[in-house]
């Protein structure tokens, strides 16, 4: 599953007023079918954020 989420011109308080920001979800899920690991799950997960309207004025980037 993939899950994008975008936002523009957002407004925080007086001094922001213009701001975006993006976020990317990413879910991969499998489990095995036959043998001896038969029914394991095994899950991966990664999601991204980027936003330029943090209140010290710089852009924030993350990844987890």
Request: aromatic share 10%; net charge negative.
């Given at each position: 599953m993939v899950r994008y989420i975008k936002g523009d011109d957002i407004d925080v308080n007086a001094s922001i007023d213009d701001g975006e920001e993006w976020i990317r979800d990413i879910e991969l899920a499998y489990t095995v079918q036959d043998g001896?690991?038969?029914?394991?799950?095994?899950?991966?997960?990664?999601?991204?954020?980027?936003?330029n309207w943090v209140s010290n004025g710089t852009d924030f980037d993350d990844t987890a």
């Amino acid at each position: 599953m993939v899950r994008y989420i975008k936002g523009d011109d957002i407004d925080v308080n007086a001094s922001i007023d213009d701001g975006e920001e993006w976020i990317r979800d990413i879910e991969l899920a499998y489990t095995v079918q036959d043998g001896p690991l038969k029914a394991l799950n095994v899950k991966w997960r990664t999601s991204s954020i980027r936003k330029n309207w943090v209140s010290n004025g710089t852009d924030f980037d993350d990844t987890a």
